[in-house]
C-alpha cells in the first residue's frame, strides 16, 4: 500500500510539470549545414540514412522490463520499483512517423495504456515525440537530437528528459527522469517480442467500439490534471465512420484512453493521409489537438474552445486553424487553413 501511494504521488507530479511540454517550441539549434556542395550531399544523405535506422529499429513488438525510483532519482540510494510491459511500434507515411502503444504494469495497481507518436523534422534532423494517456488530460511533447547514437529528447523547458539507446540484437534501452536529479526515474529495457505478427494499432482500432466500455471518470485529485471534465463527454459526440460525398476521404474517429482523448485516421482515395489527436487540458482548461499529415515531418498544434457545436482550434505558434462544425446530426463540417490544412471538408457519417 505504501508503494501504491509513493507512486500515485510521483505520477501527479510529473503530471503537474509536464504541463510546460504541451508547447512545441524547443531549445535546440540544428549542426551548421555543410557549405560545400558535395559535403552537403553526402551530409543529406548520412542524415537521411541515421532517419531511416532510428525509426526502423524501433517498430515492432516488444516486451518491457524495468525499475521505477520511488525517490525521483534524488535520493541517496534508489528506491526501486520493478514494472514490467508490452510496447508495439506501427510505422506510418512509409515509415516516416511512428505510432507507438505500450501497456505498463505496476505491482497492486490497474495496468496503463499510453500512446505517443514519434518522428524527425527533416528540415532541422529534430527528433519528436507526442504522448498521452488516461492518467493526466495534457499531452506530453519532447523533442531532441542524437548524440553518441542514442536519441535524446526533453521539454522544452528542459525540466524532464527521456533517452533511448540501441543495443545489440534489436534491444534497446530507455530512461525517463529530471534533468536535476542524478538517476534517472525509469529505466527501460525493449527486447523484441516473440510474436513476430505485423503490429496494427490503426486497422484495430478501426475495428473496435466508438468508445472505451470503461472510461476514467476521476474527480476528486487536487491535481487537475488527472481529473475527469464534462468537456471529455463531448468528444463522443466526434467520433464514428465518416465520409464525404465522393467517396475519397474517409476519417474514422474514436475515443481511447479511457475517454480522455480523440483519434483521428484518415484517408484519401484508401491511403492513409493523416493522423491526428485531440483532448482536453484541464489544468488549461481548453481543448488541445495535434495533427500529423503524411507529407510532412513534423506535428502541428492547436488549442481551442468548444461552443454552439462547434470546436474552434488556433494553431500554436504558427499560422492556422481548423473549425469542427457538428450542428447538423450525423454530418462533420471542416473548415481549414494554414497548418491546419487546406480548404473545407463535408463529411457525412457512414451508417452500418
Not at 471529455?232 to 467520433?239: C, D, G, I, N, R
Amino acid at each position: 500500500m505504501a508503494n501504491q501511494t509513493t507512486l500515485t504521488i510521483v505520477t501527479t507530479m510529473i503530471a503537474a510539470l509536464m504541463l510546460c511540454a504541451t508547447v512545441p517550441a524547443t531549445t535546440w539549434t540544428p549542426a551548421p549545414a555543410p557549405q560545400n556542395t558535395n559535403a552537403k550531399k553526402r551530409s543529406k544523405k548520412v542524415v537521411e540514412a541515421e532517419r531511416r535506422e532510428v525509426l526502423s529499429k524501433r517498430t515492432g513488438r516488444y516486451t518491457v522490463r524495468g525499475e521505477y525510483d520511488l525517490s525521483l532519482g534524488r535520493g541517496p540510494n534508489t528506491i526501486p520499483v520493478q514494472m514490467e510491459g508490452d510496447y508495439e511500434v506501427q510505422a506510418m507515411f512509409e515509415g516516416q512517423v511512428l505510432l507507438e502503444r505500450s501497456i505498463s504494469r505496476f505491482p497492486g495497481q490497474d495496468p496503463t495504456t499510453s500512446w505517443s507518436l514519434f518522428s524527425c523534422r527533416r528540415a532541422t534532423n529534430e527528433y519528436w515525440s507526442i504522448s498521452f494517456d488516461a492518467s493526466r488530460t495534457p499531452f506530453m511533447y519532447l523533442a531532441g537530437l542524437t548524440v553518441d547514437d542514442e536519441v535524446r529528447l526533453a521539454d522544452p523547458a528542459r525540466i524532464v528528459y527521456s533517452n533511448t539507446a540501441f543495443k545489440e540484437k534489436g534491444r534497446w534501452k530507455s530512461t525517463f527522469g529530471f534533468k536535476s536529479a542524478k538517476r534517472p526515474i525509469f529505466t527501460l529495457a525493449m527486447t523484441p517480442s516473440e510474436n513476430i505478427e505485423p503490429v496494427e494499432i490503426l486497422a484495430a482500432t478501426i475495428a473496435g467500439p466508438l468508445l472505451p466500455k470503461n472510461r476514467n471518470r476521476k474527480r476528486n485529485d487536487k491535481d487537475t490534471a488527472k481529473n475527469w471534465h464534462e468537456e471529455h463527454e463531448l468528444l463522443a459526440k466526434f467520433a464514428g465512420d465518416f465520409e464525404d460525398k465522393r467517396k475519397k476521404v474517409t476519417v474514422h474517429t474514436r475515443v481511447i484512453c479511457a475517454g480522455r482523448f480523440l483519434l483521428w485516421i484518415s484517408k484519401e482515395d484508401g491511403l492513409l493521409s493523416e493522423v491526428a489527436i485531440t483532448g482536453f487540458d484541464g489544468p488549461q482548461q481548453k481543448f488541445s489537438h495535434w495533427r500529423v499529415p503524411a507529407d510532412q515531418s513534423g506535428p502541428h498544434a492547436f488549442t481551442g474552445t468548444y461552443a454552439k457545436e462547434r470546436l474552434s482550434l488556433n494553431a500554436f505558434l504558427a499560422s492556422g486553424e481548423i473549425q469542427i462544425d457538428i450542428r447538423k446530426p450525423d454530418i462533420i463540417n471542416i473548415k481549414r487553413r494554414g497548418t491546419g490544412g487546406n480548404g473545407r471538408l463535408k463529411l457525412q457519417r457512414k451508417m452500418k
